[in-house]
């Protein structure tokens, strides 16, 4: 957790309004208020369920519900007292469970200011590990509920309205953002109810995909999803002689993907939603961490946006595919890894990296290599570095990013020494100390080694002091040429050398690191032997004046990546084959961040420009986007303009202004949109719309 006291001073102007309820001031004085908030951790030393409950009280003392009910009895004690309470997602659980007189008690003690909710989000989501996209779905999340609280007369209607609307995996990946939990800084068994809570969330999720999906192809043939396709495990394509492949495509653009299935034959033939012919080639499976399949069908395929397209898969010859060739050693890449040994100073943990030395340690210097495929659709290197640390280095066919797939572990730990495995790209880039790293997925900040823009920097942790956190991407550029790495997942990354960039990939420790967690961070894993994990890396090399072009869409589509489903044997000739819900691509500057059912009538969206000002000579112009040519299958009856939160009307904004001692600029306001119907982003801007739409 993290102690937080939010303080600031009165002034004449501004925040009056909000503290008419505040204890009555004296003028003839400095006025000072303090205040106070709740930390209720959804999730930290105990699970969000044990603490709300008051449950495994031994670990940590703490019931939530009973925060609630005697705030509640004691604000009605004494009108002199005040509370603030931030967590939603404990609060929600809460109000549902109180009579109509608590409920209005509640009610009236909010109306008179005196318990107020700040923040307003499902949790207090964190800072460093959050994309930006789910801590805006989360901050929604909390706020509907008091939107739905504000506007609703009749108590008990409320917590049905809310149900209704917001949905299971919405609020476990709301409670999945808080500062515990994505962090990593919570208990092993608190990590394991994050994971339940995400995996119920999804299966509930999963229905209605299917039942969209049968809606829209026509087709009511059993539908399977396949987990478990990064360890290569699918039971339904491993077994098939015939199935269809559903892609469907959350972006706003027509992506092309490469797709890797599991199989058990040698040949296959791939046709697309048109008939034609796909290429595909089976290679073999590198490393799986479990399943029977002997191969990997590998192929490309293309969905169209915001909709989907189907590809049908026949087995021509059913025979496992031939081994790979016989390893060959290069000298290519080299993966290395910071120890952590337990000395009596400060330790590597879940909190704090802090390795024992500066320069890392070689795993191995020649990997094992095997030439897999070198075919029309993919060229593959595997390199082995040690039992325990291995990739797969691929290029795809029209595609610009090169494919590194690693995977670390078991971690050993036999020898006393807790690992920190990192990946280290070294290049002749210039980058003389600096290097770039993205703020939550979004914009992109400078970082220079051993250097702080504010003040005077006395480095004493050469390593850990110039680790940052990454969301989406890290880059290092010189006049010529820039490196961009874009992540599929939030990793810690450093420029320690001029021209490497370094990725943090994985982590096994054997000590506390004395921030309260109380445990080592080890995870156990599937067979108790320590956790593997694996992941994706995409490198681009571009110039630096066009690399913007090349990373924005490709960190988008890693986070919104297809989603793929299947169905056995051949699709009924009824069944329609693809399907997009937009009429057009969105324009390339223009990513749909939000596309929500907000009740009967209503939509909510979010449309946003993709690029920061500068970046891309073609793309970081304002950009239109006409609502009315948005949809394929909705009219838009209606749009209104709403906050970031989608808690406000726009123009019921009103934003503080604070006395600063420098007159600064304000934000520049948005180009006017030519007409009611087309909105105009600038560079970064967000902007919510809540339209009234009818099905055509
Ligand atoms: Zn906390």
């Given amino acids: 957790p993290l102690k937080l006291l939010l303080l600031y001073l009165s002034t004449d102007n501004g925040l009056v309004e909000s503290l008419q309820s505040c204890p009555a001031t004296n003028p003839s004085m400095l006025n000072v208020h303090l205040v106070p908030h709740t930390h209720d951790d959804v999730g930290w ?168 999906l049968a809606v829209l192809s026509g087709s009511e043939a059993p539908r399977v999803f396949c987990e478990n396709l990064n360890i290569s495990v699918c039971p339904l394509t491993e077994s098939s002689h015939k199935f269809s492949m559903n892609v469907y495509n959350p972006l706003g653009r027509t992506v092309s993907w490469p797709v890797r299935l599991p199989v058990n034959g040698s040949v296959y033939n791939v046709t697309d939603a048109n008939g034609r012919a796909v290429d595909s080639q089976v290679g073999n499976v590198f490393i799986s961490l479990k399943g029977y399949a002997k191969g990997e069908l590998v192929f490309q395929v293309e969905a169209p946006p915001l909709g989907y397209s189907t590809y049908i898969i026949s087995m021509l010859r059913d025979e496992p595919p031939a081994s790979s060739a016989k390893p060959t050693a290069t000298r290519s890449i080299q993966n290395k890894v910071h120890g952590a040994a337990h000395e009596s100073r400060q330790t590597s943990g879940a909190y704090i990296f802090r390795p024992n030395s500066s320069d890392p340690f070689v795993i191995n210097k020649t990997a094992e290599t095997q030439i897999v495929t070198v075919s029309s659709t993919a060229q593959e290197v595997t390199q082995r570095f040690s039992p325990w640390v291995s990739q797969v280095v691929r290029l795809y066919e029209g595609h610009r990013e090169l494919e590194l797939e690693w995977t670390v572990g078991p971690v050993p730990v036999a020898d006393g020494l807790g690992k920190e495995v990192i990946t280290r790209l070294d290049t002749d880039i210039k980058s003389s100390d600096y290097f770039y790293t993205d703020s939550n997925g979004r914009e992109v900040l400078e970082r220079r080694k051993d250097y702080r823009p504010t003040w005077e920097l006395k480095q004493t942790e050469p390593v850990a002091g110039n680790y940052y956190p990454i969301n989406s991407r890290a880059y290092i550029k010189d006049d010529k040429h820039q490196l961009t790495v874009v992540t599929d997942r939030s990793q810690g990354a450093s420029s320690i050398y001029n021209g490497s960039l370094e990725i943090m990939l994985h982590r096994r420790l054997l000590y506390d690191d004395f921030r309260g967690v109380g445990e080592p961070l080890s995870e156990p894993g599937e067979f108790s032997d320590g956790l593997v994990a694996r992941g994706r890396l995409l490198l681009t090399l571009s110039p630096p004046d066009t690399a913007a072009d090349v990373h924005r869409p490709l960190a988008q589509g890693m986070v919104l990546q297809p989603l793929l489903s299947f169905q056995d044997g051949t699709p009924s000739a009824n069944t329609k084959l693809e399907f997009s819900g937009l009429q057009t691509s969105l ?75 420098k007159t600064s600029k304000p934000l520049p306001l948005s180009d006017k949109d030519p007409s009611p119907w087309e909105v105009t982003l600038n560079p970064m801007e967000i902007r919510t719309l809540l339209l009234r739409v009818r099905q055509l």
Avoid at 77 to 93: L, N, S
Avoid at 108 to 115: C, I
Avoid at 130 to 152: E, K, P
Avoid at 606 to 616: D, F, G, P, T, V
């Fill in 45 to 212: 030393l105990k699970t969000v369920d044990q603490y709300y409950y008051g449950d495994r009280n031994n670990i940590q003392h703490a019931g939530v519900q009973y925060i609630l009910d005697s705030v509640i009895d004691q604000l009605q004690k004494d009108p002199a007292r005040r509370f603030i309470y931030v967590e939603t997602a404990f609060f929600y659980r809460w109000w549902r469970q109180q009579s109509q007189s608590t409920q209005k008690i509640v009610a009236q003690l909010v109306n008179e200011g005196r318990l107020e909710f700040i923040n307003g989000g499902w949790c207090m989501s964190d800072e460093a590990t959050t994309h930006y996209s789910a801590v805006i779905d989360q901050m929604t999340l909390g706020l509907r509920f008091f939107l739905i609280f504000y506007i609703c007369s009749n108590m008990s209607l409320l917590i049905g309205l809310f149900d209704i609307l917001s949905c299971r995996l919405e609020r476990a990946m709301g409670v999945a953002q808080h500062h515990d939990a994505v962090s990593g800084t919570e208990k092993q068994h608190v990590a394991y109810d994050y994971a339940r809570r995400l995996a119920t969330g999804w299966a509930h999720c999963e229905v209605l995909v299917r039942n969209s």
């Fill in 587 to 661: 324009p390339p500057a223009v990513h749909l961040l939000t596309l929500s059912q907000w009740d009967k009538d209503t939509v909510l969206i979010r449309l946003e420009h993709q690029y920061q000002a500068k970046e891309s000579k073609t793309h970081s112009q304002p950009v239109t986007v006409n609502l009315q040519k948005l949809f394929s299958t909705l009219e838009v009856l209606g749009a209104s303009e709403m906050s970031l939160g989608a808690n406000q009307w726009k123009e019921d904004m009103n934003r503080l202004q604070w006395n600063t001692e």
